[in-house]
């Protein structure tokens, strides 16, 4: 069984930053695409980062120039690192792995920004 495990969350002040991280585990095929979501209570989950084909990124508009998505050395790891962070980066943060028509999500860590 798949699971992605994230963490790195936690409570910073408005200009600090974090380190996400998710690890895979349960499998022995390399995703396709690899991302960071993000959820705000009240809010549809946004495309924070991603990987879409190869080593091609695609950024939020809101988040480009602060945050940098990164694949670890072992296989199926993620990073995003978060610089700047401003009280609206506050949200739940998903990591999001596909593989064909397969679509795996994290159980999500919490990031919140004071400001």
Do not use: H
Not at 7 to 15: D, E, I, N
Not at 66 to 84: H, P
Not at 89 to 108: E, L, M
């Amino acid at each position: 069984q798949v699971q992605l495990v994230e963490s790195g969350g936690g409570l910073v002040q408005a200009g600090e930053s974090l380190r996400l991280s998710c690890a895979a585990s349960g499998t022995t095929f390399r995703f396709n695409a690899m991302g960071w979501y993000r959820q705000a209570p009240g809010k549809q989950r946004e495309l924070v980062a991603a990987f879409t084909s190869g080593e091609d990124t695609n950024y939020a508009d809101s988040v480009k120039s602060r945050f940098t998505i990164s694949r670890g050395n072992a296989k199926n790891t993620l990073y995003l690192q978060m610089n700047s962070l401003k009280p609206e980066d506050t949200a739940v943060y998903y990591c999001n792995a596909k593989f064909f028509s397969y679509d795996y999500w994290g159980q999500g860590t919490q990031v919140t920004v004071s400001s």
